[in-house]
Structures are given as structure tokens and as C-alpha cells.
């Protein structure tokens, strides 16, 4: 089974970055879409990134476009979620996923079949 494990979450002031990191490992490695997600107290997780692990595109949501970056590295099974301009906004448990789901609906969940623990982001003056 393919295993993802989030890391690079922490406390940042609004205006800072971060940039967090999925580790993928195991055997099963057949999957069509990798995405970040995050999730808050009380509301649904939120699909924020995806790549495409065919033509490596990503799709963002409006909310974090020009701010969020996610790229990958496929020599070592890592994907990256680069995270500028923080706001408190953005503050939520994040993780990665992976699936063999149709990019169209990646703002889904249901389109993944595998899901790292999470990483907290926390952006607080």
C-alpha cells in the first residue's frame, strides 16, 4: 500500500512562508492525481492543489493562486506545497493525497484513495 507522510507545518506571522513536503512510499505507486488538502475544525477538507502525475500540471483554488506553488520531485517520490503570503486564513491541517481519480473533480476527496496523517499550519500574529 502506498503510505504518505506530510512534513514542514508549523507557526508563521501572517505574510510568512512555508513549504511543506509528502513523502510517498511503498508498493503501490499507480495513481493518476497527488493533491493537498486542508481541513479545519467543524468544516470539510477543502481540496487546495493538485498535480497531475502524467503531465505534472497543477490546479490551485482561486483563494490561494499566485500565493501556493506545488511541484514534485518524481526521482524521489516527493511532492511540495510552497506556501507564500500566509494568512490567518490559511491556518488548518494539511494533507496530501493520492489517487487514481479523474483530474476533473481533484477538488474532491472522494477521488483519492490514499491520505497522509496531516501537518498543522498555523498563522497567527
Known amino acids: 500500500q502506498l503510505q504518505l507522510v506530510e512534513s514542514g507545518g508549523g507557526l508563521v506571522q501572517p505574510g510568512g512562508s512555508l513549504r511543506l513536503s509528502c513523502a510517498a512510499s511503498?508498493?503501490?505507486?499507480?495513481?493518476?492525481?497527488i493533491g493537498w488538502f486542508r481541513q479545519v475544525p467543524g468544516k470539510e477538507r477543502e481540496g487546495v492543489s493538485c498535480?497531475?502525475?502524467?503531465?505534472?500540471?497543477?490546479s490551485y483554488i482561486d483563494s490561494v493562486k499566485g500565493r501556493f506553488t506545488m511541484s514534485r520531485n518524481n526521482a524521489k517520490n516527493m511532492v511540495y506545497l510552497q506556501m507564500n503570503s500566509l494568512k490567518p486564513e490559511d491556518t488548518a491541517v494539511y494533507y496530501c493525497?493520492?489517487?487514481?481519480?479523474?483530474?476533473?473533480?481533484?477538488?474532491?476527496?472522494?477521488?483519492?484513495?490514499?491520505w497522509g496523517q496531516g501537518t498543522q499550519v498555523t498563522v497567527s500574529s
Open positions: 498535480i497531475s502525475s502524467r503531465d505534472g500540471k497543477t
Open positions: 493525497a493520492a489517487g487514481g481519480g479523474d483530474s476533473r473533480w481533484w477538488r474532491s476527496p472522494y477521488e483519492y484513495n490514499y
Open positions: 511503498g508498493f503501490t505507486l499507480d495513481y493518476a492525481i
